[in-house]
DNA sequence: CAGTGTGAACCTTTTCACAGCA
DNA sequence: TGCTGTGAAAAGGTTCACACTG
C-alpha cells in the first residue's frame, strides 16, 4: 500500500507492535511471522499484516518479516528516530511518578522541565530536575524546543495550563487532569483518565454479575420443572 | 431504544458525561440539552442523544435532559450506586499516585490494600493503607471482595500478577505495567501506557512538522515562479 | 418552537479468505 | 509450501437530517 496517512486505529498499535519488536529482538530473534508478533501484541494475525501494510511491502512471503529491519521502520513511522523534550507541569503525586518514569527516557522522551504553580514546591528537586515557578512556561518551551506538554494538575487548572502551552508554541498535549480541555484544531490531546477506566471496568463487571445471576435464575426455574 | 448491550464506544463516554453532569449540577443547573452536555464533554451533540438514547428516553422534547435524573440513570448503568473495593500491586511511584489519587474514593472505589514483592516495600505506610506482601492477594481478595484489581508494577512482573489476581477470583483488572498481560476470556483488562500515549503524540507532530515543510516548500517553489 | 429520538447514509475498522510470491 | 499482502464482506461507529412532541 504505503499511501498517506496511516489509520488512527493503525497508529494506536504501532507502539504496541514496537514494543513487542524490541523484546524479541533483545531475545535474539531475527524474523517474526504476523501469527507470531499478533500474539505478542495481543492482537490477531490479520490486523498485524494490515497494519503493517500501511507501512509498506517489509515482509517476505513463507517467511515472516525482518525484526530489526521492521523495529527501524517502525520507529521511523512513529517519529522515534529524534528526540522529544517534554514538559510536565503540575508535580503532585502523579506529576512525580511521571518525572521519574524511566520508560519515557527509554523511548527518547527527554523531560526537560517539571513546572509548578505551588510556590512550596518550586526548587523542590524531583528526579534529577528543579520544579520551576509556572510562568517560566514560555522560556523554556523557547529554549528547549518543546513539542509536547504533559498536565499532571488537578482538574480546576488544567485549562488555563492548556491555554499557557498552546500560547506559549506546543502543539501535541497528553492530559492527566480529569477535565475537557479545548485548544486550537491544530493541537492534538490525548487524555488518560485513570477513574474513567476503572468505570468502564465497573459496568463490565457489574454485567457479568447480572449475567451469573440471570444463569443461577435460569438454573433454578430448571430445577424447578 | 432501552436494549441490552450498550455500544462499547458509549460505555467509554458515559463517565464523560457523569462528570460534565456533576459539575453541572453542582453549579445548580437542572435541566441541559444535549448541544450544551456535548460541549462539556468535547463532543457533537448527536452522540450525546445516540449515546443516551441506549440508556432509554430520558430527555424531554424541547427542554433537555434533567441533570439528577440524568446523572442517577448514568450511575446506574455504569454500576456506580455500589462501592468497588480496589486493590494496587506494585507499590513504586506509580503505585503510590494511585494510591494516593482521591478521584478513585469519590467515584466509589475503594482502595482496599496496596500489595508488593519487595520486602524493603511491605509495612510501609501509603496513604493510610499498609503495604502487605504479594503473597496475601487472595486472602485480601477474598475478605474484602475485591473484583477489580489494578496492576503498577513494572512489565517483567505483570504476567505473574496478573496471574495470582485472576487465580484468586479477580475478573477485572488495570494494567499499567507497559506488557500485554494473557488472561481468560472472562476477565477484563484495560491498559494503560503511559509511553505509548506519547508515541501517539510524536506520530501526529511529526506528521504536522512534515506538512508545514510542505508547505514551506510550496511557498519556494511559487516564490520562484 | 426548541430540542429529543432515530432511521438512513456514511465512514472507519475488523475480519475473512485467498491469490501470489519467496 | 508457508506466510504475506490485499480485495471484498461484515461489523461497528459517527453524522445527518427531520419527524415528532412537550
Redesign the interface.
Known amino acids: 500500500m504505503r499511501e498517506r496517512s496511516i489509520p488512527e486505529a493503525t497508529?494506536?498499535r504501532?507502539?504496541?507492535y514496537?514494543?513487542?519488536l524490541v523484546e524479541m529482538a533483545e531475545q535474539g530473534t531475527t524474523t517474526i511471522s504476523s501469527e507470531t508478533l499478533a500474539e505478542?501484541?495481543?492482537v490477531n494475525s490479520a490486523k498485524v499484516r494490515k497494519d503493517l501494510s500501511h507501512l509498506g511491502s517489509y515482509g517476505t512471503r513463507g517467511v515472516g518479516y525482518d525484526v530489526a529491519y521492521l523495529i527501524h521502520q517502525v520507529r521511523r513511522?512513529?517519529?522515534?528516530t529524534?528526540d522529544?523534550p517534554?514538559l510536565i507541569v503540575g508535580i503532585?503525586?502523579?506529576g512525580?511518578?511521571?518525572a521519574?518514569?524511566r520508560?519515557?527516557a527509554?523511548?527518547?522522551?527527554r523531560v526537560v522541565a517539571l513546572l509548578d504553580s505551588d510556590p512550596a514546591k518550586v526548587g523542590e528537586d524531583v528526579g534529577g530536575l528543579t520544579v520551576r515557578r509556572l510562568d517560566e512556561l514560555g522560556g523554556v518551551v523557547r529554549e528547549n524546543e518543546v513539542?509536547?506538554g504533559v498536565i499532571a494538575t488537578p482538574a480546576t487548572a488544567a485549562q488555563d495550563v492548556a491555554d499557557r502551552m498552546v500560547e506559549a508554541g506546543i502543539?501535541?498535549?497528553?492530559n492527566f487532569a480529569?477535565a475537557?480541555i479545548?485548544v486550537p484544531p491544530?493541537v492534538?490531546v490525548?487524555k488518560?483518565?485513570?477513574?474513567?477506566?476503572?468505570?468502564?471496568?465497573?459496568?463490565?463487571?457489574?454485567?457479568?454479575a447480572a449475567l451469573q445471576a440471570v444463569k443461577r435464575g435460569r438454573a433454578a426455574d430448571l430445577a424447578q420443572v
Open positions: 497508529v494506536g504501532l507502539p504496541v514496537l514494543r513487542a505478542a501484541a495481543g513511522e512513529l517519529g522515534l529524534q522529544w517534554v503532585g503525586n502523579l512525580h511518578a511521571l521519574n518514569y520508560g519515557f527509554e523511548r527518547g522522551f513539542a509536547i502543539n501535541s498535549i497528553l480529569p475537557v479545548s491544530d492534538s490525548r488518560v483518565d485513570l477513574s474513567i477506566e476503572l468505570q468502564i471496568l465497573a459496568f463490565y463487571e457489574q454485567r457479568k
